[in-house]
Every structure is written in structure tokens, then in C-alpha cells.
């Protein structure tokens, strides 16, 4: 069954629970699944710490907008935030092993692109927006 919607989430690390359970109740509804549900769950969970972590020079309150579409063919996550602008579609290289795991665009970010069958990014005015697709067939 189709199933779509967004939840607005403020830049606390405490709105990833939320965030999970959000996606976990919508992939549900839509009788997704579980290969498919485990790799969003763990795409959301990276982005939103990438956003949380990196996103904010300021200690000001930010809205991020998260926002799912899921059909029989695919399911679509998207990001919205006004953070600094980063796009994780550019090439990285792999940090050495010494470096920390949390830097932005590191590690999380390249596990997100495995994960996903499609990864696309583009700055709209002063918002990062975030695509992930992750199509039925490659689970």
C-alpha cells in the first residue's frame, strides 16, 4: 500500500527516537519489507546524526523536515535542513584509520550510499535537500 508523509523535527538529539519510530510506524502502514526497513532505518539514523552533529555553527533552534514517499517499486526518504551547505553526493575518500569516525562526510555518509540504490543532493535557496531511494527489486 502507498504511504507518504513529513515530520518536522527540531535539532535535538533526542528527535532521533522519534524519527525511528516515525518511519518504523509509516514503513509498517506500507507493509514493507524488512531488508528494505532495516536499510532506511539505518540511512535515517546516519543522516540525522550527520545533520545534528555538523549542520549548525549556531546554538539556535533549527527545524529539519524529513519526508518519505513509499510505493511498490521504491521508497523515497528525503532531507530538508538549513544547515551549512554539504553535499555528500561528492567523492570522498575513506579516512585513515586513526581518524575519527565523526567527521562530516565521512564513514556514516559512505555506508548511506550503500545502502541506497539512489543518492542525490542539491541546495534550494539556503536548504539542504537530501534524496534516498531505495528500490524493492535490490532487497
Known amino acids: 500500500m502507498p504511504v507518504a508523509g513529513t515530520l518536522t523535527l527540531d535539532n535535538e538529539p533526542l528527535e532521533l527516537g522519534r524519527a525511528a519510530e516515525w518511519l518504523d510506524e509509516r514503513l509498517g502502514e506500507a507493509g514493507t519489507p524488512p531488508r ?9 539514523e546516519e ?9 549548525y555553527a549556531d546554538p539556535d533552534p533549527h527545524k529539519i523536515e524529513v519526508r518519505l514517499n513509499v510505493d511498490a517499486a521504491a521508497a523515497t526518504l528525503e532531507f530538508l535542513d538549513d544547515g551549512v551547505p554539504f553535499d555528500p553526493t561528492q567523492p570522498r575518500s575513506v579516512p585513515p584509520a586513526d581518524d575519527t569516525m565523526d567527521e562530516m562526510g565521512g564513514l556514516g555518509i559512505l555506508f ?10 542539491e541546495r534550494v535557496g539556503e536548504r539542504n535537500h537530501l534524496t534516498l531511494r531505495k528500490f524493492a527489486s535490490s532487497c
Open 36 to 44: 528494505m526497513v532495516a536499510a532506511l532505518q539505518v540511512a535515517l
Open 47 to 55: 543522516v540525522l546524526n550527520n545533520i545534528l552533529s555538523h549542520a
Open 112 to 121: 548511506v550510499h550503500r545502502l541506497m540504490d539512489e543518492v542525490a543532493f
